[in-house]
């Protein structure tokens, strides 16, 4: 093995421990069995190789260390509407491991940063800054930063073609929708455009998108006679129990345009809907722009009438209305919530807001 290899390969297996003890590693088996399935399906011969790992970060990415060692964030799961447009992103970083692209890629950065130091800052690819890593520590979310800072650079061009073809050769070979690739990445462009983002989606550092790209990927798909599945039903099943605490993480980061246009476009398959809608208010009532608590008060009210509708929706919706100045039908709202939630945990505070509403 070429010294360069051999330092990549350490560095994967640093990233890996340290990732796998992190608290960020999704703890649920049945997302983790399920992440697993749809990887072995779309890697095909390369399965044992292949560990799929979900991660707690609210942005789009996924990578895959020399080590099969994959990443497969709570961003990009959020945001994917199937089993095909997941499996797409995942046959994509599939490519790039046989294809070896990040051994050149790193070939290309050894000038200025060599192995030593790579091993050091053992994130490589989007891996943690666990205690034992070495004196650098970064979120690492910031993967981005990396690739400006020189740590790691970007695929090139030709790599990203090259992972292009094949992973979508990957995803029809798996019996996949093959339009879900280029889906994808309009999704991904079109959350950028519409919320103006100062930082772009962690995906972008590693992989550069461009309108050709996703023009090539659209003539690929319509030159593939056999259609294959979405798979959306498997998908919906496996990741719907995790939906509200993925979208709350997202408002915690403060991303709150680019939550909106998830969830106007997750609302069109028409499932999750009380959740969707919740987080639909708490967007608006968190950005307070003109109209902002009203729509906010629309979207309480509609996810109201779905039984998966979170607990708080009540007392959100009070806090809306109070902050809109319709006192009544605050203390309403709050006297509904106490109501319906015997054994809340917030009884008290609630109690409090109805006695300065005057009741
Ligand atoms: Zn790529």
Redesign the pocket.
């Known amino acids: 093995m070429e010294p360069a290899e051999e330092g990549l390969q350490m560095v994967s297996r640093v990233s890996e421990a340290a990732f796998a003890t992190s608290g960020l590693r999704i703890d649920s088996p049945e997302l983790r069995a399920y992440l697993e399935r749809v990887t072995c399906r779309v890697a095909d011969e390369h399965c044992p190789d292949v560990r799929p790992y979900g991660a707690a970060i609210p942005d789009f990415n996924a990578s895959m260390a020399p080590n099969g060692f994959m990443q497969i964030w709570t961003g990009l799961l959020l945001r994917v509407e199937s089993e095909a447009q997941l499996a797409a992103v995942i046959g ?2 599939i490519s ?1 491991y046989v294809q070896r692209h990040s051994l050149e890629r790193f070939e290309t950065t050894q000038r200025t940063a060599n192995v030593l130091l790579a091993a050091q800052l053992g994130t490589a690819f989007g891996g943690v800054g666990g205690p034992s890593i070495g004196p650098l520590r970064f979120d690492p979310s910031q993967v981005g930063e990396l690739v400006a800072q020189g740590y790691l650079a970007a ?1 090139s061009r030709d ?2 073609a090259e ?2 073809r094949r992973g979508l050769r990957n995803l029809v070979e798996a019996g996949y929708a093959p339009g879900a690739a280029a889906q994808v990445w309009a999704n991904l462009m079109e959350e950028r455009r519409a919320c103006d983002l100062p930082t772009p989606p962690a995906l972008f550092a ?2 550069p998108p461009s309108e050709e790209r996703l023009r090539s990927l659209r003539e690929l798909a319509q030159g593939i006679q056999n259609r294959g599945e979405e798979g959306q039903t498997d998908f919906l099943e496996a990741t719907l129990p995790h939906r509200q605490r993925w979208l709350r993480m997202e408002l915690t980061a403060g991303h709150l345009c680019r939550v909106r246009v998830v969830i106007e476009r997750l609302l069109e398959q028409e499932r999750g809907l009380g959740v969707l809608r919740y987080y639909q208010g708490e967007v608006y009532r968190k950005r307070g722009e003109e109209g902002d608590l009203d729509r906010a008060v629309r979207a309480y009210r509609q996810a109201l009438e779905h039984d998966d509708a979170p607990v708080g929706t009540r007392r959100d919706l009070g806090l809306a209305l109070e902050r809109a100045g319709r006192e009544e039908a605050a203390r309403n709202a709050f006297r509904d919530y106490l109501e319906a939630n015997e054994e809340a945990g917030d009884r008290a505070m609630v109690q409090q807001y109805l006695k300065e509403l005057g009741s």
Do not use: C, P, V
């Open positions: 994509h970083e790039h695929y790599q990203e992972a292009d590693s992989h």
